[in-house]
T-cell receptor, first 116, second 114 residues
């Protein structure tokens, strides 16, 4: 079955440590996204990528970094510069929309990051 | 600034009744609106998409309306069941600058009781 796999499901970060969240998809989707979800808030876009080797900042990119070396993979690194990293992180993918169209996003089941 | 509002209070209804959830937006002109379902500890799952020139869209027990004059979408679940209990998110897609960037509301929790 095609889908998006996020790992690990739970992750703990020590002060001053960088951690990397994995996101892999086998849907052959072009675009991939990272969101952050906090209690009582909507999903907020961190980074997105429409094509391999290219990505753009979302609304809250500070303290995060990404890479897109392969179509299937879009890892997110939470750096020590992100002072409030505790949150539920969601990865999504979608076909590249055609002109004037919209595509549904397919989500993984998230990684919950906590600070030790 | 752009704002999307969904009722933050949980909606409790009895099994068999119709649940109606509201999504209001301001300072935004979305070309499309999408609805998702999210269960605790899981990622959102896509349900329905409606275009700005469509008034209504249906899928099985689900119905979505989109009123660009009122800047509002209503999401209905008819003959609700306990299995429909979840948080429902609306998302606006302005198709600006490409990339299929969605702006999500905070979601409304629905509880269907026996």
């Amino acid at each position: 079955d095609g889908g998006i796999t996020q790992s690990p499901k739970y992750l703990f970060r020590k002060e001053g440590q960088n951690v990397t969240l994995s996101c892999e998809q086998n849907l052959n989707h072009d675009a991939m996204y990272w969101y952050r979800q906090d209690p009582g808030q909507g999903l907020r876009l961190i980074y997105y990528s429409q094509i391999v080797n290219d990505f753009q900042k979302g609304d809250i990119a500070e303290g995060y970094s990404v890479s897109r070396e392969k179509k299937e993979s879009f890892p997110l690194t939470v750096t020590s510069a992100q002072k409030n990293p505790t949150a539920f992180y969601l990865c999504a993918s979608t076909l590249q929309p055609g002109q004037g169209a919209s595509q549904p996003q397919h989500f993984g089941d998230g990684t919950r990051l906590s600070i030790l | 600034s752009q704002k999307i509002e969904q009722n933050s209070e949980a909606l409790n209804i009895q099994e068999g009744k119709t649940a109606t959830l509201t999504c209001n937006y301001t300072n935004y002109s979305p070309a499309y609106l999408q609805w998702y379902r999210q269960d605790p500890g899981r990622g959102p799952v896509f349900l329905l998409l409606i275009r700005e020139n469509e008034k209504e869209k249906r899928k099985e027990r689900l119905k979505v309306t989109f009123d660009t004059t009122l800047k509002q979408s209503l999401f209905h679940i008819t003959a609700s069941q306990p299995a429909d209990s979840a948080t429902y998110l609306c998302a606006l897609d302005g198709i600006t600058g490409g990339g299929n960037k969605l702006t999500f509301g905070t979601g409304t929790q629905l509880k269907v009781e026996l």
